[in-house]
């Protein structure tokens, strides 16, 4: 089994590569931090790919940040993911046409007003505008892939995932995930003694989470896999459970002795109100998968950043 890696330094991208490397996968990672290798020089993805045939190509590459960030520079955002999504497919054509290509999309590409989101439904309405720059990329990796299958038989598998948190996201919280931002705030705030710490938002919208290395071993059940029925369209790595910010805020603070005050910004965006995905397609397409509890997610992503960050 070959198996390509885009994206291999990001957050995703590292968890995925961690779980393949269990297995004895020999993962060749490519990124513009590591490669260097930019997946908009379609020549230069052509040439790779030429180079190393794989068999599959697993898509952990994209420029995104924080709700702020995706918002700040949302040109930027969606301009660079939309010429990556192009070069990628374009590469694949000409060099790998037979390699399966396994996409995460995050579950920002469902509509602004589903409360509970079902593969059937995601296309049944406008993006948020909190998550327009790269949710209008999610969807546009969806259609690219939909039309190279058309014409140039390129499979593709797209997974759609919750928010993710775990170890490997930037220590920048503008850059970070919102849990993994939260969690380095804490980090942080402990360690400096700080009096406050802000929090962005107000607390009130609901999200699904999904440990990362989960999302790594989901991958690997993919690869051993990939004619699993279900696995032609869209599927949900769903759990069919959120919590509040605040909640996840109570959560992360018996971790901590922080005695600080906590105080919410609400001049930063909070995006949609609550996105929970539905299971009912997950639960048969992967019947015996079981995810993190997600204390010990929590607790383990405490101690990739006490890690991370100096005393």
């Known amino acids: 089994m070959k198996v390509v890696l885009f994206g291999d330094t990001g957050f995703a991208g590292r968890n995925v590569a961690a779980a393949l490397r269990q297995h ?3 993962v060749v990672g490519a990124s513009r931090a590591s490669g260097p290798l930019d997946l908009r020089d379609t020549a230069a993805t052509t040439a790779f790919l030429t180079r190393h045939q794989p068999d599959f190509i697993v898509n952990c590459a994209a420029h995104v940040g924080s709700l702020n960030y995706v918002t700040e520079q949302a040109a930027t955002v969606v301009a660079d993911n939309s010429r990556m999504i192009l070069g ?6 000409q060099a790998c046409p037979k390699a399966i290509v396994i996409n995460p999309i995050a579950n920002c590409a469902y509509p602004a007003t589903a409360t509970v989101f079902r593969e059937e439904e995601w296309w049944n309405g406008h993006l948020h505008r909190s998550v327009l720059s790269y949710g209008t ?20 598998i797209h997974l759609l995932t919750p928010n ?12 970070a995930h919102a849990l993994n931002a939260l969690i380095s705030k804490f980090v942080k705030a402990e360690r400096a003694h700080q009096p406050e710490l802000s929090i962005w938002g107000t607390g009130q919208p609901v999200r699904e989470w999904l440990y990362a290395p989960d999302f790594g071993r989901l991958v690997w059940e993919v690869l ?20 509040s910010v605040k909640d996840l805020v109570d959560l992360i603070q018996t971790q901590f002795s922080y005695h600080g005050r906590l105080a919410w910004d609400p001049t930063k965006p909070d995006g949609a109100p609550r996105k929970v995905m539905d299971d009912t397609k997950f639960r048969t397409v992967f019947p015996e998968f079981q995810f993190t509890d997600f204390k010990d997610g929590i607790a383990e992503t405490v101690k990739y950043y006490e890690s991370v960050y100096p005393y």
Do not use: H, I
């Open 24 to 26: 004895g996968v020999a």
């Open 88 to 93: 990628m497919y374009e590469a694949v054509t």
């Open 137 to 156: 990329s999610r969807r546009l990796l969806w259609a690219v892939a939909e039309c190279f299958a058309m014409q140039d038989g390129v499979r593709s």
């Open 164 to 175: 993710m948190y775990g170890p490997y996201d930037s220590t920048d919280p503008n850059k």
């Open 224 to 243: 051993q896999n990939p004619d699993r029925p279900g696995l032609d369209q869209p599927t949900n790595l769903a759990q069919n459970d959120g919590l």
